[in-house]
Structures are given as structure tokens and as C-alpha cells.
DNA sequence: TTAGGGTTAG
């Protein structure tokens, strides 16, 4: 960028203009560099200068500190430098902004604060305010705002009617929350005013739907999306296809990744992960290897998602052997066994009574280097406990310890129950009374105080 | 120059 800048300089007749300095600003912010853009900005307020920054510019900079996580400085930029060193008062582009970055640290009351702010100061709402707030209040989870906003902003804003950004924010939060009957009906009175859905609101339909176990509605909104003249892609056959795994509909998901084959869709890793877990846990390990075998001559490398499916599915039906054979065979594929599949591998075997097997396994993480986290812990000390094994189990608390790994409410679970039995009840507090083991002190008094 | 979505293992 620094380069073409140079040789533009150099050549007379192609003089750099506003443009071209906002181009440059818009560059240096999306690519992370905003101190760059700042000094730029400061090169064109120079007495000096003959290219000014004009509100487009400033508001680039303004959304490069916000996106860039300096909203106070955003703010400071704002108030203190737009109007009065650069001419410039902010407008609604400014605003929005502002408001999408506070929305999105979760001080909703400030951006409830700038509206009032534009409200007073003359600076329009147009409908990407309404969907910044609207889409702020759904992360924050207050999906019940953020629909009241809504109707309260739609009479009275002039831009406030809402688009297919504003029904698919709202639609998608309901879905999500399990408020199915809100959202059909927010998606029908979109449709009831003659707007037909974009893709991106079929999609979260299809996902909310799905999520909500909704499988019937979600397919008829896919048959709807393809009527409509949109495709399907991978993804969506994926959602439907683990929403009938989940629902143990398995005719149905193969039913499905045949019809993506036919529509000419290739099942991605990620198909044949979630087609391996449903058979998996409805038992049936022939579909298992005849899909493995269809994956593998499908040129579908499995990855570490699908040894982890494999691993558990086995331990889950009592085939430990099977399963650490799996573990053993991922040397060979050259994909290494992460945390996940050692902690399953661990938790099976410290159930069925061999804490030694699983304390082996621990040890080759170590060698491995696979982190062990609160899940490998928890479980060697249910084993433990299990076994009353109490040596073992404080030479895995000093190990916490020292790994910095915090204890969570199953770790004070399995101690609180098993240490003050066996007269450890000391230990048990030098344990929880660590510096940095300020969460779980919380966590014992509210249970002792309970 | 600012706003919306979706998949797989413990």
C-alpha cells in the first residue's frame, strides 16, 4: 500500500485526492492498522496539506479504533476532534459506530445513551441504527428488548419499518431461545407485507428451527428456500443432517446426504462426522465402517473430530480395547490425539475401575505434550476417589496447582465428598484457599452457606 | 465509512 502511495507521489498527473487518502485509511483500518491510519490522518490535518479529511474518512477511522477494541478512544475521537480540529460533526454513520461498539462490550446503556445523543444534537436514525441496537440487545441475550425496541422505533423513526437484516437478527434470537411460535410469526408478518426471505433468513430458519427440534418445520422451510429458487449448500444439508442424528432419525439423515450427493453436493468432513456419531450412538458399528470406508473413497480425509466420534462411540457401548486400538491407529494417519479423546479415553477408564490404564494415558499426554485441562483432572479424581486412592489424587491437586488449571464445580464436588470423610478436611481447605483459586473459594461458600 | 446466518467428537 506504503508502496503505490510513493509511486503516486512521484507521478504528477495522477495526483492522490480524498478518495484515494480514504481508500488508504480504510485499508490500513481493516487490516488491524490503525496507528498507521491515525498518522495518516494526522499527515492530511497538517497546515501543509492540501487534501483535508472529510467525514467519510473520520468515520473510518472512528470504526477502525471501535472494531479495533479502543471505544473509549472512539469516543474521545468524537467529542473532542471531529467538529472542532477537523470541522467535521459527527453524523449518523459516526453514531452507528459508536453504538454498534458499545453494543458489542455490552454497555447497552450507553448506546441507548448515543441514540438520545443523536436524538438531541439532530443526527437522523436511519435503519442500521435500529439493527445495531436490535442485534446488540439479542447478543446480550435480551431478545425481549430488543423486539419491544423495535416496535416502539418502527412508527416513529422514519427508517424504522425494519429489512431483512432486522427480521433475521430478531427471527434467529427467538429460534435460539426456543421462542418458535415469536419467531413464525415475526417471519410470516414480514412475508404478509409482500417481502420475500433473503437467503441468509432461510438459513437461520432452518438452523433455529433444527435447533429448536423443530425437524418438520425446518424441512418445509428448506423445500420453501428451494422453491423460492435458492440452493442448499453443504451447510444447511449438514444442520438437517445432525438434527435427525440427534432425533436418532438416522433413515432420514442418510436419505438426506443421498439427496446432496444428487443435487450434486460433495458430503464434506463434517457430513460424514455427524453420520459416524449417529450411528455411533445407535449402535450400529457396521454403518460405521461401511460410511469410514465411503469416506475414505470419497477422498474425505478424517480428521481429529472423527477419531474423537470413534473413540467415544466405542467406550460408550464398553469397547475400550476398540477404542484405544483407535487411539493407537492415529499415529499412523498422522493426526494427533488431542485433549478431547484422551479425557474421554481417561473418564471411560477410571468407570470402569482402571485408574492405572487411565493414570498411563494422562502420563503420555505429558510426553505428547496434549494439555490437560479441569475435564482430564475431574475425572482421574472421580477415579481416585473411587478406588480411595488419596496419594494419588494430592499429587494431582499440587499438579493443578502448579499448571495453574482452576478447579470447577465437579472438581468441588468430588473432593468435598470424599477428603473431609477421610479426615483431609485440611488439605481440602489449603486446596481451595489457593490465590488463584479465587472462583472456587466462591463456589465452597455458597454451597457451605447453602 | 456503519447493521443480519448456519455444521461435526468429551
Keep these: 500500500m506504503a508502496r503505490i502511495y510513493a509511486l503516486m507521489q512521484g507521478c504528477?498527473?495522477?495526483?492522490?485526492?480524498?478518495?484515494?487518502?480514504?481508500?488508504?485509511?480504510?485499508?490500513?483500518?481493516?487490516?488491524?492498522?490503525?496507528?498507521?491510519?491515525?498518522?495518516?490522518?494526522?499527515?492530511?490535518?497538517?497546515?501543509?496539506?492540501?487534501?483535508?479529511?472529510?467525514?467519510?474518512?473520520?468515520n473510518t477511522v472512528v470504526d477502525g479504533l471501535c472494531k479495533s477494541g479502543r471505544v473509549q478512544e472512539a469516543l474521545a475521537f468524537v467529542e473532542q476532534r471531529m467538529s472542532s480540529v477537523h470541522g467535521c460533526p459527527p453524523n449518523t454513520v459516526t453514531y452507528n459506530c459508536l453504538i454498534d461498539a458499545f453494543c458489542r462490550v455490552g454497555n447497552i446503556s450507553m448506546?441507548?445513551?448515543?441514540?438520545?445523543?443523536?436524538?438531541?444534537?439532530?443526527?437522523?436514525?436511519?435503519?442500521?441504527?435500529?439493527?445495531?441496537?436490535?442485534?446488540?440487545?439479542?447478543?446480550?441475550?435480551?431478545?425481549?428488548?430488543?423486539?419491544?425496541?423495535?416496535?416502539?422505533k418502527r412508527t416513529v423513526w422514519p427508517e424504522g419499518k425494519g429489512n431483512a437484516v432486522t427480521y433475521s437478527t430478531l427471527v434467529g434470537a427467538l429460534l435460539h431461545t426456543n421462542n418458535v411460535g415469536m419467531a413464525m410469526e415475526l417471519f410470516h408478518e414480514k412475508m404478509s407485507e409482500g417481502h420475500s426471505p433473503d437467503a441468509i433468513m432461510y438459513f437461520t430458519m432452518i438452523s433455529g428451527l433444527t435447533q429448536a427440534g423443530r425437524l418438520e418445520d425446518a424441512c418445509s422451510m428448506a423445500s420453501s428456500m428451494k422453491e423460492a429458487g435458492f440452493k442448499l449448500d453443504t451447510k444447511a444439508y449438514n444442520i438437517l443432517i445432525a438434527g435427525f442424528c440427534r432425533k436418532k432419525r438416522l433413515h432420514e439423515a442418510y436419505e438426506l446426504l443421498q439427496e446432496m450427493k444428487e443435487v450434486g453436493l460433495r458430503p464434506d468432513v463434517c457430513t460424514y462426522n455427524t453420520l459416524l456419531s449417529g450411528s455411533c450412538k445407535a449402535g450400529d458399528f457396521a454403518a460405521v465402517d461401511e460410511l469410514l470406508g465411503k469416506m475414505i473413497d470419497d477422498g474425505c480425509q478424517p480428521s481429529v473430530i472423527t477419531f474423537g466420534t470413534l473413540v467415544h462411540g466405542y467406550c460408550k457401548v464398553g469397547k475400550i480395547d476398540e477404542a484405544l486400538r483407535i487411539l493407537r491407529s492415529m499415529d499412523e494417519s498422522g493426526i494427533h490425539p488431542n485433549n478431547v479423546i484422551y479425557n474421554t479415553l481417561i473418564d471411560f477408564l477410571c468407570k470402569r475401575g482402571d485408574v492405572d490404564l487411565a493414570i498411563e494415558l494422562f502420563d503420555e499426554m505429558k510426553e505428547k505434550s496434549v494439555p490437560a485441562n479441569v475435564t482430564t483432572f475431574n475425572a482421574l479424581l472421580k477415579g481416585l476417589r473411587d478406588?480411595?486412592?488419596?496419594?494419588?489424587?494430592?499429587?494431582?491437586?499440587?499438579?493443578m496447582r502448579e499448571e495453574r488449571c482452576f478447579p470447577d464445580y465437579v472438581t468441588?464436588?468430588?473432593?468435598?465428598?470424599?477428603?473431609?470423610?477421610?479426615?483431609?478436611?485440611?488439605r481440602l481447605k489449603r486446596f481451595m484457599q489457593q490465590g488463584e483459586h479465587t472462583a472456587s473459594k466462591r463456589i465452597v461458600s455458597d454451597r457451605t452457606s447453602a
Design 12 to 58: 504528477a498527473s495522477v495526483r492522490p485526492d480524498v478518495v484515494t487518502y480514504g481508500i488508504l485509511v480504510n485499508g490500513l483500518c481493516k487490516a488491524g492498522r490503525v496507528g498507521d491510519a491515525l498518522r495518516v490522518l494526522d499527515g492530511m490535518s497538517r497546515q501543509d496539506s492540501d487534501i483535508r479529511p472529510d467525514v467519510v474518512t473520520l
Design 111 to 152: 448506546a441507548y445513551e448515543l441514540v438520545e445523543k443523536m436524538e438531541n444534537e439532530g443526527v437522523p436514525q436511519n435503519i442500521v441504527t435500529l439493527n445495531t441496537i436490535v442485534g446488540g440487545l439479542c447478543r446480550a441475550g435480551r431478545t425481549g428488548a430488543a423486539l419491544e425496541f423495535f416496535r416502539e
Design 412 to 426: 468441588v464436588d468430588v473432593l468435598m465428598e470424599w477428603l473431609p470423610v477421610i479426615g483431609e478436611t485440611d
Design 387 to 399: 478406588k480411595n486412592m488419596p496419594e494419588k489424587a494430592f499429587e494431582l491437586m499440587d499438579q
